[in-house]
């Protein structure tokens, strides 16, 4: 798969150098950067595929250090066009280790610029506060001999020392192009930061998205459920369509600034919390092919590595402790990067669970992650996951568990050991300190759709269809097959879709969990109480 043609348009001239600021105001944003990307030419440090993670060219918040790669020597855009034909896209917020107070700003930019930078105010006409950014530039060698060098720019800023509950109003930019001028002050948007004191709120979840129509459908929808966060759970943009892992896979850098515009929409406002999957693993940028993880991302920092596992942090939202794993460590069907960590992220999780189950402020405790531990889709469940996690899930009594990678909506009901604890029906509500836990495959998020095993109809509110049994699988360590009788499986559903979930705080604090498909329908919902 290659990434749709994004040349300049027919019949417009074509200059030795820049674009013509008239010019640029008619070029949508992806068709700037690939006017840039080739009309400029750049002189590069020549590096090879293993030691490509961007280097980062100014410092933001006392970093200054590069990664895998020395900054590159290429010539500004600024040097060579107007730096107001240089327009900022792909806008996208991520929480630091503390939502209350910490905001991560990104976004991507078609050609280097100088000083870029954040303004943030409490009113859109005063943006007063000036954060300083860093670039952090991706270079992806020639693939394959059938695509090109390739080379990326990513701007991160962090803003620390913010109120808690408090709306904050912000513009991105660089010298030449600030968003308080009149110009472009249609591009300022807005974040909230999380209340100083648990209140009810709304976050969704889903993975497997990719570049098309029905992930954009879904962003939609997405959008209209007013959401606090987005937990991603891997298989982000699909630039891999291979996902081994491999540096044989197939590759189209470019597909993510087609990614990154499309989310824009939700992404600028609601932060985008992403974690790893297969087709994540990007091979060609080191350490274990998350380098052009780091280098698109600004992930809170509160994992145990986060610069070799930038997919494992957590954060605390309200009255909720919310845990991302990168399942690639764990993996049996994918083992490109089984035990990358040596058993440090595992050890990492059972200590993170245990703070927060004694924290007396965290009622429930989400963990997402891509590969599923029980479904019964394509790639049915991983039995690495099961062996690694699912004892300390069950340990820690852990309220839900969201993941991805199966493109299908399949919930289970309440496992304990291995087997239904308790049956959960739709509508139904469960305790996870004696029932046992939920899991949930939210892998409809745009991506093409699986489909569940031959004769195994889908279950979903308003189309119930109940089954005994079904035969399906889990991989094993030898990435064999061993097939298993399934009993748990509560509702399916082949379609597009995501999770909606409602935390509730007060004296009996529950989570409200509604699955909704891509024309806002809803089609499964329960109810996670402790102590109930």
């Known amino acids: 798969?290659?990434?749709?043609?994004?040349?300049?348009?027919?019949?417009?001239?074509?200059?030795?150098?820049?674009?013509?600021?008239?010019?640029?105001?008619?070029?949508?944003?992806?068709?700037?950067?690939?006017?840039?990307?080739?009309?400029?030419?750049?002189?590069?440090?020549?590096?090879?595929?293993?030691?490509?993670?961007?280097?980062?060219l100014t410092g933001c918040s006392g970093s200054g250090t590069t990664t895998g790669r020395s900054p590159s020597p290429s010539v500004t855009a600024t040097e060579r066009?107007?730096?107001?034909?240089?327009?900022?896209?792909g806008r996208h917020l991520a929480f630091g280790a503390d939502p209350k107070t910490q905001m991560r700003i990104s976004w991507q930019l078609p050609a280097a610029v100088k000083?870029?930078?954040?303004?943030?105010?409490?009113?859109?006409?005063?943006?007063?506060?000036?954060?300083d950014a860093e670039i952090r530039d991706l270079y992806t060698p020639e693939l394959q001999g059938v695509r090109p060098a390739f080379e990326q720019y990513y701007v991160h800023a962090a803003l620390d020392g913010l109120k808690p509950g408090t709306t904050y109003y912000y513009g991105v930019g660089h010298e030449g192009f600030d968003p308080a001028a009149p110009a472009h002050r249609g591009t300022i948007t807005a974040f909230r930061t999380a209340p100083a004191r648990p209140e009810r709120f709304v976050f969704t979840a889903f993975g497997d998205q990719g570049v098309s129509k029905d992930a954009l459908a879904n962003d939609?929808?997405?959008?209209?459920?007013?959401?606090?966060?987005?937990?991603?759970?891997?298989?982000?943009?699909?630039?891999?369509?291979?996902?081994?892992?491999?540096?044989?896979?197939?590759?189209?850098?470019?597909?993510?600034?087609?990614f990154l515009k499309q989310n824009e929409l939700v992404a600028k406002s609601v932060p985008w919390m992403v974690t790893t999957g297969n087709h994540d693993m990007e091979a060609w940028y080191s350490p274990d092919g998350y380098g052009g993880q780091v280098a698109r991302w600004s992930l809170p920092d509160s994992g145990f590595d986060p610069r070799g596992a930038?997919?494992?942090?957590?954060?605390?939202?309200?009255?909720?402790?919310?845990?991302?794993?990168?399942?690639?460590?764990v993996s049996y069907e994918i083992p490109a990067n089984l035990g990358h960590t040596d058993g440090r992220q595992t050890k990492w999780l059972d200590m993170r669970l245990r703070e927060l189950r004694a924290d007396k402020s965290v009622d429930f405790i989400v963990v997402y992650f891509h590969h599923c531990a029980y479904s019964t889709s394509r790639h049915a469940s991983d039995g690495g996951v099961r062996a690694e996690w699912v004892p300390l899930f069950a340990k820690h009594q852990v309220d839900l568990v969201i993941n991805g990678h199966n493109h299908a909506y399949e919930r289970?009901?309440?496992?304990?050991?291995?087997?239904?604890?308790?049956?959960?029906?739709i509508g139904g509500s469960t305790d996870p300190t004696r029932d046992g836990i939920v899991y949930v495959t939210a892998g409809g998020g745009g991506k093409e759709l699986y489909a569940f095993p031959p004769g195994v109809k889908d279950s979903y509110e308003g189309k119930v269809h109940d089954l005994d049994s079904i035969e399906s699988f889990r991989w094993t360590k030898s990435k064999d097959r061993k097939t298993e009788v399934v009993q748990w499986s509560r509702v399916r559903y082949t379609?597009?879709?995501?999770?909606?979930?409602?935390?509730?705080?007060?004296?009996?604090?529950?989570?409200?969990?509604?699955?909704?498909?891509?024309?806002?329908?809803?089609?499964?919902?329960?109810?996670?109480?402790?102590?109930?």
């Open 495 to 532: 379609g597009f879709s995501f999770l909606s979930v409602e935390a509730e705080t007060g004296p009996r604090p529950r989570l409200k969990v509604s699955a909704l498909a891509q024309d806002g329908r809803r089609i499964d919902h329960f109810e996670v109480r402790r102590g109930a």
């Open 1 to 56: 798969m290659t990434a749709p043609s994004r040349g300049t348009p027919p019949g417009l001239p074509v200059p030795d150098v820049g674009i013509p600021e008239q010019l640029a105001r008619r070029l949508s944003m992806p068709e700037q950067y690939e006017y840039l990307r080739t009309k400029l030419t750049r002189r590069r440090t020549l590096v090879t595929a293993g030691a490509v993670a961007g280097g980062l």
């Open 220 to 258: 939609h929808v997405l959008l209209r459920e007013s959401p606090a966060f987005h937990l991603h759970a891997g298989d982000i943009c699909y630039a891999d369509t291979t996902g081994h892992g491999e540096k044989s896979d197939s590759y189209d850098p470019g597909f993510w600034d087609l």
């Open 115 to 131: 000083k870029p930078f954040v303004r943030v105010g409490l009113r859109p006409e005063e943006l007063s506060r000036r954060v």
């Open 81 to 89: 066009v107007p730096a107001s034909a240089v327009v900022p896209f």
């Open 412 to 425: 289970t009901d309440a496992i304990k050991n291995g087997e239904v604890g308790r049956p959960v029906p």
């Open 310 to 329: 930038p997919g494992v942090y957590s954060f605390v939202y309200g009255n909720v402790g919310v845990v991302a794993l990168d399942a690639n460590d």
